[in-house]
């Protein structure tokens, strides 16, 4: 399972700066690509910027609590599966984690591998990349004469469109990472050509 692991970024939201980097270490000695967060005021402004597949999250939090920062995240981000794990866990949490449909629900102290047990699960639960099993699409009139640049930027934007802007949708169906199209579209921007 570990190739799998290679392209999921996982999110760690917890304010214990040991626990976090516990958390950080190990799942990075997993595969895992892993980004850290201190609140989950935090977590949301990094989350512009790269939409992580995986939120592992405590429930006390400074500032927003786990279980409301994971809805309002779960609301802009809807493939994003959450993993929460906390040492204050209360039936009425559990119920709410629940209802928001996390993969598991762990209580503090737990060993290591429930957590990597509860990450493959997460994983599972992830759409799967679109493969091209047709024929691409014919050339769209104009596009004769361009660059491959040029060319590749066309079947990004289009992908985009057909999206409806949905950056997550359109790299899944592109077969390349969101950090990928989040960088092609930042450069399509610097050049005047945007979105």
């Known amino acids: 399972?570990?190739?799998?692991?290679?392209?999921?970024?996982?999110?760690?939201?917890?304010?214990?700066?040991?626990?976090?980097?516990?958390?950080?270490r190990a799942m990075r000695g997993w595969g895992f690509e892993v980004t850290t967060a201190r609140s989950g005021e935090e977590a949301m402004?990094?989350?512009?910027?790269?939409?992580?597949?995986?939120?592992?999250?405590?429930l006390n939090l400074p500032g927003i609590d786990g279980l409301?920062?994971?809805a309002r995240f779960r609301e802009r981000y809807p493939v994003v599966q959450g993993i929460v794990l906390?040492?204050?866990?209360?039936?009425?949490?559990?119920?709410?984690a629940v209802h928001l449909d996390v993969v598991e629900f762990l209580t503090k102290p737990c060993h290591l591998g429930e957590l990597e047990q509860a990450l493959d699960r997460a994983i599972k639960r992830l759409p799967a990349p679109v493969a091209l099993t047709s024929a691409?699409?014919?050339?769209?009139?104009?596009?004769?004469?361009?660059?491959?640049?040029?060319?590749?930027?066309?079947?990004?934007?289009?992908?985009?469109?057909?999206?409806?802007?949905?950056?997550?949708?359109?790299?899944?169906?592109?077969?390349?990472?969101r950090r990928t199209l989040y960088y092609k579209l930042e450069e399509y921007q610097k050049q005047g050509l945007g979105e």
């Open 1 to 24: 399972m570990t190739g799998a692991r290679r392209d999921v970024q996982v999110l760690v939201v917890e304010d214990e700066p040991r626990m976090r980097e516990l958390l950080e």
């Open 136 to 177: 691409p699409p014919p050339p769209r009139p104009g596009t004769q004469g361009m660059t491959l640049n040029q060319l590749e930027r066309e079947h990004i934007l289009a992908a985009l469109d057909r999206n409806n802007g949905n950056r997550t949708a359109t790299a899944l169906e592109l077969g390349i990472s």
């Open 68 to 70: 409301d920062f994971f």
């Open 86 to 96: 906390t040492g204050f866990a209360s039936l009425e949490s559990a119920r709410r």
């Open 45 to 58: 402004r990094q989350s512009a910027e790269a939409v992580p597949d995986v939120v592992v999250l405590d």
